[in-house]
């Protein structure tokens, strides 16, 4: 578990790494297959890779050091990472699966589940989830949570050629707080059209189920090309006309300087 360089969550938390989605922009596949060795997988009678302990791996010199991605970017599952939450004390915003997504279809039942097990026990946490698949969100509600208000459940999309996904968070109850993470920002995005953001009725009453938080990124490493301007201030402009906290990140933010936060989150 590490302190996080993402500027809006405290930790990452990684007990499953690796994504099959294949998006040619994805930061995560390039950590992975910088730090990570390629070793021949050892695969349970499932075919899945899953780590009771540390991976050793040995240098040229005979030393010994912890490969941290030992099956490069494929799904796996680290399991003696489960307990790492537990033992930070202070209240904490922790990203649960920065290097993959949790929630692909190709994720085992079981090792969500043992996640959820861990986070039912951290109830001075907030954890964060994002995810392309966020159909399997419905799954969480299922098996229920003694705290919901501790979960955060985001998707991501990159214009409007993929922003139907999103439309899978406002089938959630409505005590769950949802968010969208527009990373990287490929085109525009029109939350309005899709009635992803809230409405009010009658004193601030808000019907239905809308998005609690909106973060807007670019694309990074080799090759990025930034958005144009006026697609980040038009999802600036849609997010501030109900009121909906926007966050931006850097190098975005230099030149929209806007990061604010739910207030579940503050």
Not at 36 to 56: A, M, V
Not at 251 to 263: A, G, H, K, T, V
Request: aromatic share 14%.
């Amino acid at each position: 578990m590490n302190k996080s360089k993402i500027e809006w969550t405290d930790y990452t938390w990684n007990p499953v790494t690796g994504c099959l989605h294949g998006c040619n922009y994805c930061y995560a596949r390039r950590i992975a297959e910088r730090f990570g060795r390629e070793y021949k997988s050892f695969k349970n009678n499932k075919g899945l890779n899953i780590l009771d302990k540390p991976f050793e791996s040995y240098t040229k010199c005979m030393d010994i050091s912890i490969d941290p991605y030992p099956y490069g970017f494929e799904p796996t599952f680290y399991k003696y990472r489960l307990d790492e939450p537990q033992k930070i004390k202070k209240p904490s915003k922790i990203f649960v699966s920065s290097m993959g997504d949790l929630f692909g279809d190709w994720v085992p039942d079981e090792w969500i589940g043992q996640i959820l097990q861990v986070i039912e026990k951290c109830s001075q946490h907030k954890f964060l989830f994002l995810t392309k698949n966020p159909k399997r969100y419905l799954d969480i509600d299922e098996q229920g949570f003694a705290n919901p208000d501790r979960v955060w459940l985001g998707t991501t999309v990159t214009s409007n050629k993929d922003i139907d996904r999103a439309l899978e968070l406002l089938k959630l109850p409505k005590h769950y707080n949802t968010f969208l993470s527009i990373e990287p920002l490929l085109g525009p995005v029109d939350l309005d059209k899709y009635e992803l953001l809230c409405k009010t009725w009658r004193k601030g009453a808000t019907i239905g189920k809308y998005l609690d938080w909106v973060i807007i990124g670019q694309q990074t490493g080799p090759g990025a090309v930034p958005p144009k301007d006026e697609w980040v201030q038009s999802i600036i402009d849609q997010c501030r006309a109900v009121g909906v906290p926007v966050f931006v990140k850097p190098p975005l933010y230099e030149q929209f300087p806007i990061q604010e936060w739910s207030e579940g989150l503050k």
